[in-house]
């Protein structure tokens, strides 16, 4: 069943294999497979299957799409992802975003950690199930069962008080056209990797996203909205660095540049 619904689709959508595999993530070897019977998708492929066609994970696995008379045509298809576009077009909806994620035992949708030395591959393996699979998984029960989240270590001293090192747990942002000014968020992007920033919202005017950082010492700088690849709004993180107390964000940053400072004068030396 699933093997002809895959078929019945991607020739929908008017795909080739290649395609089909670079919007679900996968080697276009295993579309092939599929489409032959010869391999069963895993779960969370199935899911982006589901995504990408606009139908029920159920009616993907029991419904033989073939020989119902109310598909959707090619044309149909065409037609609503045009109207999405239409619809968001600051927030790059032009193309369709597939998340893949992965589960645990019961069916549980995991944390995956994104350690800093992971940081770099992600851009290339973000949207890999078989990549995913690789990185440390966690669950936070407070978190609730709404929602899909992930984690990143992230780097350096923009969004002091929360210093280097820290894990931001960030839930995926689907409707980037939400996002509220200045909230703290996770931003993927091609040009500047991961970052921590607070957003604000410039899609409907610009097509763009102003980032601030908490630190006063960092610029805010503009990512335009073709560049960035995912956004996560920030919900929690963990960290092994205590907050100092009765210490300002200004005389903590200060700390910082004189320890900065310090270090560069005695590399000279």
């Given at each position: 069943m699933i093997n002809t619904n895959l078929k019945f689709w991607r020739r929908e959508l008017s795909l080739t294999q290649a395609q089909m595999a670079e919007k679900l993530g996968i080697k276009r070897s295993l579309v092939g497979a599929y489409e032959e019977g010869r391999a069963e998708p895993k779960l969370t492929t199935l899911v982006n299957m589901a995504r990408l066609f606009g139908i029920t994970l159920d009616s993907l696995v029991t419904t033989d799409f073939t020989k119902k008379k109310n598909?959707?045509?090619?044309?149909?298809?065409?037609?609503?992802?045009?109207?999405?576009?239409?619809?968001?077009?600051?927030?790059?909806a032009g193309g369709l975003r597939i998340?893949?994620?992965?589960?645990?035992?019961?069916?549980?949708?995991?944390i995956e950690l994104v350690p800093q030395k992971a940081a770099a591959g992600y851009l290339?393996?973000?949207?890999?199930?078989?990549?995913?699979?690789?990185?440390?998984k966690f669950r936070l029960p407070?978190?609730?069962?709404?929602?899909?989240?992930?984690?990143?270590?992230?780097?350096?001293d923009s969004m002091l008080p929360i210093a280097s090192g820290t894990v931001i747990v960030g839930r995926y942002v689907d409707d980037w056209l939400s996002i509220k000014d200045g909230t703290p968020c996770i931003v993927v992007s091609g040009k500047e990797g991961i970052v921590f920033k607070r957003v604000y919202n410039r899609l409907k005017d610009?097509?763009?996203?102003?980032?601030?950082?908490?630190?006063?010492?960092?610029?805010?700088?503009?990512?335009?909205?073709?560049?960035?690849?995912?956004?996560?709004?920030?919900?929690?993180?963990?960290?092994?660095?205590?907050?100092?107390?009765?210490?300002?964000?200004?005389?903590?940053?200060?700390?910082?540049?004189?320890?900065?400072?310090?270090?560069s004068t005695m590399k000279k030396v």
């Open positions: 598909a959707k045509t090619a044309a149909q298809l065409q037609a609503q992802t045009a109207q999405t576009a239409a619809d968001a077009s600051a927030n790059r998340l893949a994620l992965t589960v645990d035992r019961e069916q549980n949708e995991n290339n393996g973000y949207a890999d199930p078989e990549y995913l699979e690789e990185l440390p407070m978190l609730g069962t709404t929602g899909t989240y992930r984690a990143f270590e992230i780097a350096g610009a097509a763009r996203l102003t980032l601030h950082s908490d630190n006063t010492l960092y610029s805010p700088y503009e990512i335009e909205v073709e560049d960035v690849v995912e956004i996560w709004e920030a919900k929690a993180y963990i960290s092994s660095t205590f907050p100092i107390a009765d210490l300002s964000l200004n005389r903590l940053a200060s700390i910082v540049l004189d320890l900065q400072q310090q270090v």
